[in-house]
C-alpha cells in the first residue's frame, strides 16, 4: 500500500477541529505527488481554532531521488528543497559520504501541504542524523559520526559559516546521554531557517540551552518543564538558527508513554498553557476519535488497505506564547510489518 493510498484511507478521518476540508483537500494533493518510496507521514496540525494551517512531513527510507514523480518544469534553482533532497539523496547512497549507511532516512515537508499547486511545491529538507533511529534500541550506541554527518548536510544545503558553527557547537554542547536526531533545511520558509532536533534529558535542557546563547522566555520554559519531574525523563527540542544566532523560537515535545497512540496527559499539560478549555475539549475529543477510527480500511476491504495512526504532539514558545501542534501519523500496514522484519520495529 503506497502511503498516497493510506492518505486517502485516513485523511476524510480528520475532525474539522484539528483540519478544515480545504486543508485535508491539499493535504492529499501534496500526497499524491509523492511518489512510491515514501513510506510514512505526519500530517502536522495547529491546535488553535483560528489557525488552518496543515503541513505535511513524508518519511522516505530509499535513498532514490524523490523528484521522478514530479513534472521537469516544476524543478528549481540549485538551492530550492527538491534540488537539495536529490542532492543529500545522492550522499546517502554514495560510499565515503559520511551520510551513506548512517542517515537512516530523510523527511520533506510541506508547510501548509504546499498551499497552491500543493504536489508540486518545494519542501523543506530534514535529514537523519542519529543511525539507530529505526532500532528498538536506538540511542544506546554513540554516534562518533554525527559531526560528519552535519556537516555533510550543511555543506549540501551551502547554509552559512556562521550557522553551520552554532549546528556543531549546539552538537559538541550536548550533555551526556542528549542526542542530535534530525538536521533541517527551511528551503520552503522565507529566511532559510536551519533547524536542530536533539533529545536531552529534562533536568538538563535549562543549562543547556543557556550554554548555546538561547535568549528566549525562561520563565515559561521552566513552568514548562517543571510538570515533567521524573529524572529519566526525556524531551526532544527543535532549535532554530538563522546566522548563526539561536533564535527565541522554541519547541519542545514530549515522548509519549509506551502503548499510547495518544497521550491525553502530555496533551492536557500543553492544551492548559495554549488553549481555553472549551478548545481542549474540543481538539481532545477530535485527537481521541481520530486514533479510535485506526485501522481505517478501504470499501473494497483486504489487509493491504490498512495504515497504522497515532498523535505525537509539540509546542513552541515564541515570545511568551505557547502554540500547540498535532502530529497525526500515518504509517502503511506493509511498511510497518517490513521494518519490524528487518530494522528491528520503529
Not at 522565507?190 to 536531552?200: D, F, M, P, S
Request: charged share 25%.
Amino acid at each position: 500500500m503506497l502511503l498516497a493510498e493510506a492518505l486517502e484511507v485516513v485523511v476524510p478521518d480528520i475532525d474539522p477541529a484539528l483540519a478544515s476540508s480545504s486543508a485535508c483537500s491539499r493535504v492529499l494533493d501534496a500526497g499524491r505527488g509523492l511518489g512510491g518510496d515514501a513510506v510514512a507521514a505526519y500530517i502536522e496540525c495547529r491546535a488553535d481554532p483560528d489557525d488552518d494551517r496543515t503541513d505535511l512531513l513524508a518519511c522516505f527510507l530509499s535513498p532514490a531521488d524523490p523528484r521522478p514523480a514530479l513534472p521537469r518544469a516544476t524543478e528549481g534553482g540549485p538551492n530550492d528543497g527538491w534540488s537539495l533532497a536529490a542532492s543529500v539523496q545522492r550522499a546517502r547512497r554514495t560510499s565515503g559520504s559520511s551520510l551513506h549507511g548512517n542517515s537512516p532516512l530523510i523527511w520533506l515537508e510541506f508547510d501548509d501541504a504546499g498551499s497552491t499547486g500543493a504536489a508540486t511545491a518545494p519542501p523543506s529538507v530534514c535529514v537523519c542524523l542519529e543511525p539507530s533511529y529505526l532500532a528498538r534500541n536506538r540511542y544506546q550506541v554513540d554516534n562518533f559520526d554525527c559531526e560528519a554527518m552535519a556537516t555533510t548536510a550543511a555543506g549540501l544545503a551551502a547554509v552559512d559559516e556562521a550557522t553551520a558553527g552554532a549546528v556543531m557547537r549546539c552538537i559538541r554542547m550536548l550533555p551526556p546521554r542528549a542526542r542530535a536526531i534530525h538536521l533541517s533545511f527551511m528551503r520552503a520558509r522565507v529566511g532559510n531557517t536551519t533547524k536542530l532536533y536533539e533529545r536531552i534529558p529534562l533536568r538538563g535542557v535549562t543549562g543547556y540551552l543557556e550554554e548555546i546563547g538561547w535568549n528566549g522566555d525562561q520563565a515559561a520554559l521552566r513552568g514548562l518543564l517543571e510538570w515533567r519531574q521524573a529524572d529519566d525523563d526525556f524531551v526532544h527540542v527543535d532549535i532554530s538558527i538563522e546566522r548563526g544566532l539561536v533564535l527565541p523560537r522554541l519547541g519542545l515535545a514530549f515522548p509519549r508513554t509506551d502503548g499510547l497512540r495518544f497521550d491525553l496527559h502530555i496533551f492536557a499539560g500543553l492544551a492548559q498553557r495554549a488553549l481555553s478549555q472549551e478548545a481542549a475539549e474540543r481538539v481532545m475529543e477530535a485527537g481521541s476519535s481520530w486514533v479510535r477510527t485506526e485501522p481505517g480500511v478501504r470499501s473494497g476491504g483486504g489487509w493491504t488497505h490498512i495504515a497504522h495512526r497515532w498523535i505525537d504532539q509539540k509546542v513552541v514558545l515564541d515570545e511568551g506564547r505557547f502554540e500547540l501542534k498535532l502530529y497525526l501519523a500515518v504509517r502503511p500496514l506493509p511498511f510497518l510489518l517490513g521494518a519490524l522484519a528487518t530494522a528491528g520495529g520503529l
